[in-house]
Structure formats: structure tokens, C-alpha cells
């Protein structure tokens, strides 16, 4: 029985989630070890009143056992990454309409070892972004909305510097770094635009859904000067790398209940659309070859997905199957032989995922889950002496999650 | 401010928490609420974020309103009590004892009570839902229906009309699912966004991969390579690789001075470094700077005098190219036989290990260090007495850049000219028979012309293959006056994974083996007398060492 008025003070409403899991990673004819994956967040949302709600987000996540799209660079099998970010999100729900305001402020930790001798924080890849944003969303016909989000976000690498800003001076004294050359290269100022929006089709009776986003990128890069066509930095301030990412992704949702009602299928169809434009070459002194627009590239990617999920609907068993073709094309880069000499192709890659699932409720809030996942990549690009372009690799995980 | 004048009370505020007002009907003017203040039929109440108020009649029932409600008590006689929720929540305990009626209106319902315990909310569309908590109710819409609500019930009431009554703890629980279903949402959206930034970070990580910047050693630890050109004069250019190590930084660097200033487009001048088929090359290397260091030690190797000779025409044949690297197609090409090579021969080279000379040479000078003019020429007499000058004459041409340290194949007048301070390559004095004679495959030792290379198992200071079936060579060389030097060498994946003969498989030639060579990456690591126990560790491209002449 409800005793006081809610909203009189403030309530909290607890949102928790933790899974585990074990597994293997592939990669080509190698394997890794078995190593565990844990993730777990925690939303202690606070409702102000009826219109105010706070979420206060913690997620953390380690992983031993390797995602099959993560890159294929060193340490391919062995390879601990561990992550902690902190959010703050404001929900805003003015009564008085079915708008929707959520800013919010997160940071971001990632650790990596890809090596045995790098220690957690000692990573060169580690990073942290902190970001900022605000997002406005229009319940035009519950449940479907439209949404408007503007965010800005600082991703940091502490531990990488460019070798050339600490080279010093050769024995006879003389520098052994060039002049403009910048310090914190990868390091990035992040400006981005989201518009999104879920559609019922038909309108008036919906049988399907379908889901739109566009999301624009803007990246800049303070401590990357350009690089012109004999390898040098280009000393003056304004030429620093930008790069312009636009994304535009589509999913066609087909829910239907099959069986008289015992099961439940959702089938999709997604798509997506990106280029990237960059104003950054790069200049490969082994080879003596500028390649000018180096990182322009247009990709684009399609799928279906199904799964099938019977019993209870809050305690049902789920699969999951779906598959996934993506192209890169890359505008400027060119294809190198085995041993390394420069064609006159621009690059390119396709990939194969697919990714089968299981889940399986055994108690309350608490499932059992099984997966497993393919990719195929292939590409025009056969110098491979530092980067695999061609391959395959796979994992499988399987544990428990609980979710509340 | 000050309360309001409340005249004949039949009801007050009990408790006030938070912003409540008050005002008079038809007036424009809100007054604050305070506890005990008393409140009139016809006036009007509205409670702030946060606040809520308990208003007590007469009779001992009460009414609480909770956050951000408006409220009207409409009649609050002996007789009657009548209130209007506009707006937001209520909950009212109406004593049994009251002989009055006790109604409470939304713009969508109406409640009618007696000796109950209930609530209601209203949203800004009016819709009403009213929950029973004790007693019975009767709710009525604009439409003049009206249903009894039995205890733990609740029912919505719109413009449409009253609902069907449900329980309220079921009621409850959807409502709790879908909230937390739709906070649930939010934590969702708020974890894309994550997934959002993690994907530029990646991005930019794997763009440093496929530069092969980032890479891992023959000791599992992780090398960070940065290569690079600069050019600190019009005909001089400066290929800088950086390594580093969690603990350490090494360097290399191959600084040469060419003929002539160089072009814009540096491959036209640097492709033709190793070499030129048929005529002399229009750009050559007169003079170089090797340098590798660990910041405390260096190796520094010097060169001068830096000519074109044709190689397959002079008098010394064992310099003759039967194959060469072309950058042009970044492979090894034939030179028939009775072409043309051109390639650069240098007056003087010194190896240096912190200062120390473990090899030298100076061609262009009397052993008493006086200028002659003469050009490097294997047969030193001869062309001396030939007078060699630009070294493009019969007779002259011979030793190329590195230095033909153990004195085999030359027949230079070390006596004047030459100073390896007894440095001796140190052989193994007997072949490793554990897997054979020789366990480098025969192809291999061909092409390589090292058929004097065998595996040493025991000794690391000595020369030949260290591994069985591994590109791991060692070249040991000591001197009778203390000084030695090892260049521990290794060929190996960006893995750290050291090649095995097996990858060099189906060699037919040199051309073939150092082909093959350009699709993995040089380790070397040197140790020396002068070195107090350090090394210099470095990892690059053989590419670099081929393009700059240093393999051949």
C-alpha cells in the first residue's frame, strides 16, 4: 500500500547489471587461451520529482577474450583490456509536454596491455575521453520519438607521444627530430552532431519499426601538423589534421508472435553509410612514398538478424542469429604488394561477421548466456608485414548474466 | 510575507513542507502557506517542486497534496467538503464519522466518499487515476457514468470516460517495469555514446598499427618504431628510426650527402642509392653517416668519398652484381652478364664504437695522412699505378660501403691504408653435428654465400645461426688488443615471432632471398667492448638497410 504521495522526496530506483564470461580467441590457425570477461554497471537513479530524474552511471568492463572486430595489430592473442567510466545524466520530463532534455558529463578510463610487460596504466594505448552533451527527445507517439544531440568530447592518449618529440640529438649533436614535428598526435577535440528518429510502419497501425540515425563527426587533431609530399610536418599552426566522419544507419524491425503465441520472432534488416573526410597524407619513409589522403575513406554495411525467443516473456529463451557484410573503401591509400611496393589501387576491405547467441533464463533477473562469433576479412591490400588485412578469426563465450 | 486572512475555517494546513501558496478566488495574488494557517472554502493551492501539504478538517479527515499540484477546496462547511485537483497528486482519508459529503473532483472525475482512504493523480490532460486504498468509492466521469471501487483497486478516468478498475499492486508493477523499462532506455542511449567514443579511439589506434608503429620483439615486449625523413640541407637528407621500449630508446639513422641537390620528388634520387643498370646514376651518395644508439652508446659508421664505378668492369670480380635491388619495382631484378652496374665506392670508412675505431680506412691519403687524390681501388698497387683518380678506370673500384671487415675477397693494401685493429671473426671451431653437418638448408648458405655459417649452440660469442632452423645469426669478432663486438641479428614478425628456414623455403637465389627478407623486420642487437655490459637494440625495416645501400 502506498503510504506517501511519490515525488514528495526523493526516490531512488536501483539499475544493475553484471555478466560473466569465459572464452577463447581465434585468430588465423592460432588460438588464445581461455581467459574470462566480467562487465558490470550500476545505475542508482535518483527522481527528484516528476519531471527531474538524475542518473549517476558507473560501467566497468575487463576483457581477456578478445571481440573479433577488435583490431589485429600486436598482441593479437594476447591481449587484457579493462575499462571504467562514470557518468552523470539528467533526465528532464516537463509535464506539461513529451519532451525529453538529458544532458550529461561522463569520463571515461581505458587500460590496455597488449604485451606482457606493460602494466595496467603503462599502456600505450590506454586513453580517456571526457565528454559533455545535451539531447532532446520528442515522444511524438509513445514509443516512438525523435531525438537531437549535440556532444563534445576530448579523447586523450597519456601514454603516447610521438618518439620524434622526445628524440633528442644524435652523437655529433645534431636534432634528430624534425622541427614541427607534434607531441601528443592521436590525442583529439571531438565535436558531435546526432539526429535520430523510429518510425511506425504503417503509421496508423504499426507492424514494423523503423530506426534512423545520422550522427556527424567533427575531429581535430591540436598536435598533428599535415604532412606534406616529402615527409615533412608542415610547421605552420593552421594546418593540423581534421577529419570529417558521417554515418547514416537504418534497421527495419519486424516483430511478430509465430506458434499461436508461444514464441516471439524479431527479424531486421540494417544498413549503414559513412565517409570520412580527411585533409591528413602520410608519408612511408621505407618506401620513400607520400600517399595523400591517406584516411578519406566511404564504407558501407548491411545485414539481416533474427532471433527467436519462447516461454515466459519476462523469463523467455532467446536466440540469436545475425550476419554482416561491410566494405571499406579507402580514397587515397594505396594497395602495396607482398613485399611491400606501391600499386596504383586505393584500398579496400570486406568483412564477414556473424554472430550466433543463446540466452537461457534460470532464475529470476539471472540467464545463462552462450555466443559465439565469425568474421572473414579480406582485402586488396597484400603487404602484410606489420598489419593483417586478410584473415580470419572467430571466439566463442559463455557464462551468466543478471540484470535488474 | 504573511499568510492570508482566512475567514470561518473549516479546514487548516496541518503540515507544510517545501513552496505552498494560497490565494483567494479572483485575486492575482499567491500568498505562502504556513503550518496551522487556516483555509477557506474558494480558495485556491498549489504546491512548488518538492513541497507538499497537509490540510486537516473538522472532522478528522485530511487531505495530503503532494509536489507541483494545484488545488482548489471548493467548500469546506459543517456539511460539506468539496475540493478540485487541477493538477498533480492527492491522497485523502475520509473519517467514517463524517455526516457531510466529502467529493473530490478532477477535470475528468468525480469522487464521491465516505469513510475512505485514497488517492488521486491528475495529469496535464486531465486524465485521472484514482486509487482505493480502504472503504469504497464511487468515481463518476463528465459523462455521468459512475462504478463502485472495491478495495485495492485503482481506475483511470479520461475525457473518454471511467476505465476498468484493476488492482493497484498490479497496476503498480506494470508501472514500475515500464518506468524502469524506459530508465532503462536511457542507460542504454547514455552506454551508445561509450560505444561512440571507444570507436574513434580505436580507429585511431589501428591507424597506428597499419603504419607498423607499434609492434612486438623477440622478447615479447613491445616496440614502438618511428620512421621518418628529414632534410637539414638542399642535398642532404637525414632517415631517422626511433624505438622504444618501456624502459629504454634506441636509434638509428642513415645520413646521406648526395652529388647534387636533391629533387622534389625524393624517390627519383633515392631509388637510385643501391645502384644504376647501364650508365652512372644522375644521383649518388658522396658521403654517409650511419649511427645507432641506445642515447649512451653509439655505433657510428662514416664514409667519404663516395664515386661511381662500374663494378662488373673493373678488375676485382668478386664485386660484380649478377642482382639487384630496384626500387623502381621494390624487388630484386638480374643484371645479365656484361652489363653495366654502377654502383658507389667510398675513399674512406671508418666503424666506430663510442669513439673507439674497430675498423678504418683511408684510401685518399699516404700512410702518413697526406692527400693523394687516389680513389678506393682493391688492387692498390695496380691502380695506384694506374693513377686512379674518379674510380671509373680499369682497375679501380672493389670494397663498397660496409667494409669487408675480415679482409676476405679484397686484396687492399691493409698494411698502408687499412686498420681492422686485428678484429677477427670468431668461427666456431668445429661444426654443430646435432642435426647434420650444417643444419642452415644448402639453398640458404648459397644464396647467401655463408657456407662457412654453422650453428653454435654453446657459445654465444662466436659466429653462425644460434637457433636451430632460426633466422638468429651471430657475428662475433674480437681483437688480440681487447676490443670485441657482436651483432646479435634476427629476422622477425610483427608478432616477435623469429623466422625459421622453413619461411624462407624455395630460395633459388640471392635476389630470392632477399626478397623474401623485405616481408619481415630486422632485429639487431650490439654489444661491445666499450659498452660496459649495455646494448643498443633496434628493430627496423631491412628495406631501410637495403635502400641505403647498407645490404646490398
Known amino acids: ?404 | 510575507m504573511t499568510a492570508p486572512e482566512l475567514s470561518h475555517a473549516g479546514a487548516k494546513a496541518v503540515t507544510v513542507s517545501g513552496e505552498v501558496q494560497a490565494r483567494n478566488t479572483g485575486s492575482l495574488l499567491w500568498n505562502e502557506v504556513k503550518s496551522d494557517a487556516a483555509l477557506a472554502g474558494g480558495q485556491e493551492v498549489k504546491t512548488g517542486r518538492g513541497a507538499n501539504v497537509t490540510i486537516g478538517f473538522e472532522d478528522g479527515s485530511k487531505v495530503e497534496l503532494g509536489p507541483k499540484s494545484s488545488f482548489v477546496l471548493e467548500e469546506a462547511s459543517s456539511g460539506e467538503a468539496a475540493m478540485k485537483l487541477n493538477l498533480g497528486k492527492m491522497k485523502a482519508w475520509v473519517t467514517s464519522k463524517l455526516s457531510r459529503r466529502f467529493r473530490v473532483r478532477t477535470p475528468t472525475a468525480v469522487c464521491s466518499v465516505r469513510g475512505t482512504e485514497f488517492g488521486v493523480s491528475v495529469a496535464p490532460s486531465g486524465a485521472t487515476s484514482v486509487d482505493l486504498f480502504r472503504g469504497t468509492l464511487g468515481v463518476a466521469d463528465n459523462r455521468g457514468n459512475e462504478l463502485m471501487l472495491q478495495e485495492g483497486q485503482r481506475v483511470d478516468v479520461s475525457q473518454q470516460g471511467v476505465g476498468k478498475p484493476i488492482s493497484i499492486s498490479e497496476a503498480d508493477a506494470a508501472a514500475d517495469s515500464r518506468e524502469r523499462a524506459d530508465l532503462k532506455r536511457e542507460v542504454g542511449l547514455e552506454m551508445t555514446k561509450e560505444q561512440v567514443q571507444a570507436a574513434a579511439a580505436l580507429e585511431m589506434k589501428s591507424a597506428i598499427y597499419q603504419q607498423g608503429k607499434a609492434m612486438i620483439d623477440v622478447n615479447g615486449h613491445r616496440v614502438r618504431i618511428e620512421d621518418y625523413i628529414m632534410l637539414p640541407s638542399p642535398d642532404t637528407f637525414k632517415l631517422v628510426v626511433l624505438n622504444e621500449r618501456v624502459d629504454r630508446f634506441d636509434y638509428f639513422y642513415y645520413k646521406g650527402t648526395f652529388n647534387q641537390t636533391l629533387p622534389t620528388d625524393l624517390t627519383t634520387a633515392f631509388k637510385q642509392v643501391p645502384g644504376c643498370v647501364g650508365s652512372p646514376c644522375q644521383y649518388y651518395i658522396t658521403s654517409y653517416e650511419v649511427g645507432r644508439s641506445n642515447t649512451q652508446d653509439n655505433v657510428l659508421e662514416n664514409a667519404s668519398g663516395g664515386h661511381q664505378v662500374d663494378l662488373n668492369s673493373n678488375v676485382a670480380a668478386d664485386d660484380d652484381v649478377a642482382f639487384a635491388f630496384d626500387p623502381s619495382q621494390n624487388e630484386y631484378v638480374d643484371v645479365p652478364n656484361g652489363t653495366a652496374f654502377y654502383g658507389t665506392l667510398y675513399d674512406t670508412y671508418a666503424l666506430k664504437y663510442n669513439g673507439i675505431a674497430h675498423t678504418e680506412w683511408d684510401v685518399a691519403a699516404d700512410p702518413s695522412g697526406t692527400p693523394t687524390g687516389r680513389k678506393y681501388d682493391p688492387t692498390a698497387a695496380a691502380a695506384i699505378a694506374a693513377g686512379c683518380v674518379n674510380g671509373s678506370e680499369a682497375g679501380c673500384g672493389g670494397l663498397r660501403s660496409y667494409g669487408d671487415t675480415d679482409a676476405d675477397g679484397d686484396t687492399f693494401d691493409h698494411a698502408t691504408n687499412y686498420n681492422a685493429h686485428n678484429m677477427t671473426v670468431i668461427q666456431p671451431s668445429t661444426c654443430d653435428n646435432l642435426d647434420g653437418p650444417c643444419v642452415i638448408p644448402t639453398e640458404i648458405q648459397n644464396s647467401l654465400n655463408q657456407s662457412l655459417d654453422v650453428r653454435c649452440t654453446e657459445l654465444d660469442n662466436c659466429t653462425g645461426y644460434r637457433e636451430e632452423n632460426k633466422f638468429h645469426h651471430i657475428v662475433y669478432r674480437k681483437s688480440n688488443t681487447g676490443l670485441w663486438d657482436k651483432w646479435d641479428s634476427y629476422i622477425i614478425d610483427d608478432e616477435g615471432q623469429v623466422a625459421s628456414f622453413g619461411d624462407f623455403a624455395g630460395i633459388t637465389s640471392g635476389a630470392d632471398y632477399r626478397a623474401r627478407m623485405l616481408k619481415w623486420n630486422y632485429q639487431q642487437i650490439i654489444t661491445a667492448s666499450e659498452f660496459g655490459g649495455r646494448k643498443i637494440d633496434l628493430v627496423f625495416e631491412p628495406k631501410v638497410l637495403i635502400e641505403s645501400g647498407l645490404i646490398q
Open chain 1, 1 to 404: 500500500m502506498t503510504t506517501a504521495l511519490q515525488g514528495s522526496a526523493l526516490e531512488y530506483i536501483p539499475i544493475y547489471s553484471l555478466s560473466l564470461l569465459g572464452g577463447q580467441y581465434f585468430f588465423t590457425q592460432d588460438r588464445s587461451n581461455f581467459h574470462g570477461n566480467a562487465s558490470a554497471h550500476a545505475v542508482p537513479v535518483m527522481k527528484l520529482d516528476e519531471e527531474w530524474s538524475v542518473l549517476p552511471l558507473y560501467k566497468g568492463n575487463y576483457q581477456g577474450t578478445k571481440s573479433v572486430t577488435d583490431s589485429v595489430g600486436s598482441g593479437t592473442l594476447f591481449q587484457e583490456q579493462m575499462d571504467h567510466r562514470i557518468s552523470l545524466a539528467g533526465l528532464y520530463t516537463p509535464v506539461e509536454t513529451n519532451w525529453k532534455f538529458k544532458p550529461s558529463l561522463n569520463y571515461k578510463r581505458e587500460f590496455l596491455k597488449e604485451t606482457r610487460d606493460e602494466d595496467w596504466g603503462k599502456g600505450l594505448f590506454d586513453y580517456e575521453t571526457l565528454g559533455l552533451g545535451l539531447e532532446v527527445e520528442k515522444v511524438y507517439r509513445d514509443p516512438f520519438s525523435v531525438r537531437v544531440g549535440y556532444d563534445f568530447y576530448y579523447i586523450r592518449f597519456p601514454n603516447y607521444q610521438s618518439l620524434e618529440s622526445k628524440s633528442g640529438v644524435d652523437p655529433n649533436g645534431n636534432p634528430l627530430g624534425r622541427e614541427a614535428a607534434g607531441t601528443n598526435v592521436l590525442d583529439t577535440m571531438n565535436q558531435q552532431l546526432n539526429l535520430s528518429a523510429s518510425l511506425p510502419i504503417p503509421y496508423d497501425d504499426p507492424k514494423m519499426s523503423l530506426q534512423t540515425s545520422y550522427r556527424f563527426l567533427w575531429q581535430t587533431f591540436p598536435d598533428q601538423p599535415i604532412i606534406n609530399t616529402q615527409g615533412q610536418p608542415n610547421p605552420h599552426e593552421p594546418y593540423k589534421r581534421q577529419d570529417f566522419t558521417n554515418n547514416l544507419n537504418m534497421a527495419l524491425t519486424y516483430p511478430r508472435a509465430i506458434l499461436g503465441g508461444k514464441a516471439r520472432t524479431s527479424s531486421a534488416f540494417s544498413t549503414g553509410l559513412a565517409y570520412n573526410g580527411s585533409n591528413q597524407n602520410t608519408f612511408d619513409a621505407g618506401q620513400t612514398k607520400a600517399v595523400m589522403d591517406a584516411y578519406s575513406y566511404w564504407s558501407v554495411s548491411a545485414g539481416p538478424s533474427v532471433s527467436v525467443s519462447w516461454g515466459d516473456e519476462r523469463r523467455s529463451s532467446i536466440v540469436g542469429l545475425a550476419a554482416t557484410w561491410s566494405r571499406q573503401n579507402y580514397l587515397g591509400r594505396l594497395v602495396q604488394n607482398a613485399a611491400g611496393q606501391y600499386g596504383t589501387d586505393k584500398q579496400y576491405q570486406d568483412r564477414y561477421l556473424i554472430a550466433l547467441s543463446y540466452s537461457y533464463p534460470i532464475a529470476k533477473n539471472f540467464r545463462m548466456l552462450a555466443q559465439t562469433n565469425m568474421l572473414w576479412a579480406s582485402s586488396n591490400m597484400d603487404y602484410e608485414k606489420t598489419y593483417r588485412y586478410s584473415y580470419n578469426t572467430a571466439n566463442y563465450l559463455f557464462g551468466f548474466s543478471y540484470d535488474y
